[in-house]
């Protein structure tokens, strides 16, 4: 899954991609480094963003999905409201990826059982502007696991297919660093069978990790190897997707994992 951020203020690229034509060109080049999605959206999660208007996030993702979708390239949008969801979808996309799993909208769940298509449905403990003032756990996995499995009964009793559900642990989102790297050395004890989406790439855990002798965090840009790092280990525990900013890198190590659990079955290719 590679990202297109149409924002002006996203953590990792800065607001490269605000223009809608720019936007564009960039789902464009992430197809043609071999995505197999585009997740498109209009708000930021960075650490403390303020939420901006609806009206605002419809005018900034609904014409990159369009002329993307148009063009064939598959869609997903990456929202907490129902609304854009529903937008979104009229206009091509195929995935709703919503970073609050259904709490910050309940009618998200109503738009995504009408309209039939997958449902990411992540671990969230509340928005991003005091989302760290949450992040206390006494086991995280089995915390996290638990909260999740809440959010998956609560959406399917809404209507949606649990067939259609994939899982996201939210690394980052009310978590500290050590939680995010605990979660990742139990992705398997999270699926309950389901689907499991990583999303790491560039995440200040990584920054804090790669810190220089100053003890400076290194800038988001500059953590592209590590999140490779981190897409080959998820995809080796049997990850579903992870989604990155650079692509073709990652792409190249999620192939890695898959020739050695190709391997690890006797298959040969």
């Known amino acids: 899954m590679g990202v297109v951020n149409v924002t002006p203020d996203s953590f990792s ?19 043609a480094e ?8 209009g708000e930021s999660t960075r650490p403390g ?15 990159v999905i369009e002329a993307l979708a148009a063009d064939g390239v598959p869609v997903s949008v990456d929202t907490m409201r129902a609304e854009v ?15 609050s799993g259904g709490l910050a ?14 449902y990411v449905v992540m671990h969230w403990r509340g928005h991003s502007h005091d989302m760290y003032r949450r992040a206390e756990y006494a086991d995280v996995v089995a915390e996290v696991r638990a909260e999740l499995h809440q959010r998956v009964e609560a959406v399917v009793a809404q209507g949606v297919d649990p067939s259609m559900i994939v899982l996201d642990p939210g690394l980052g989102f009310a978590k500290r660093p050590h939680h995010n790297w605990t979660l990742l050395a139990h992705l398997g004890e999270l699926s309950d069978e389901l ?12 920054g804090k990790l790669l810190a220089g002798p100053d003890g400076h965090p290194r800038p988001f840009i500059d953590c592209d190897d590590a999140t490779v790092a981190v897409s080959a280990l998820a995809a080796a ?3 579903w997707c992870v989604r990155v900013h650079r692509v ?22």
């Open 195 to 206: 689907p499991i989406l990583v999303g790491a790439s560039r995440k200040r855990f990584l």
């Open 13 to 31: 690229d800065g607001g490269a991609w605000f223009d809608a034509d720019k936007a564009i060109r960039h789902g464009h080049d992430l197809i």
């Open 248 to 269: 073709r890198p990652n792409a190249d190590a999620v192939r890695v994992a898959a020739a050695v659990h190709a391997a690890q079955r006797g298959e040969t290719g």
């Open 237 to 239: 525990a049997g990850a």
């Open 85 to 99: 969801a529903e937008a979104a979808v009229a206009a091509g996309a195929r995935l709703v990826n919503d970073v």
């Open 49 to 63: 963003a303020q939420r901006v208007p609806l009206a605002e996030e419809l005018r900034r993702v609904i014409p």
């Open 34 to 41: 071999g995505a197999d999605l585009v997740d498109v959206g």
């Open 105 to 118: 909208d309940p009618d998200m769940a109503r738009v995504v059982a009408a309209a039939q298509v997958p």
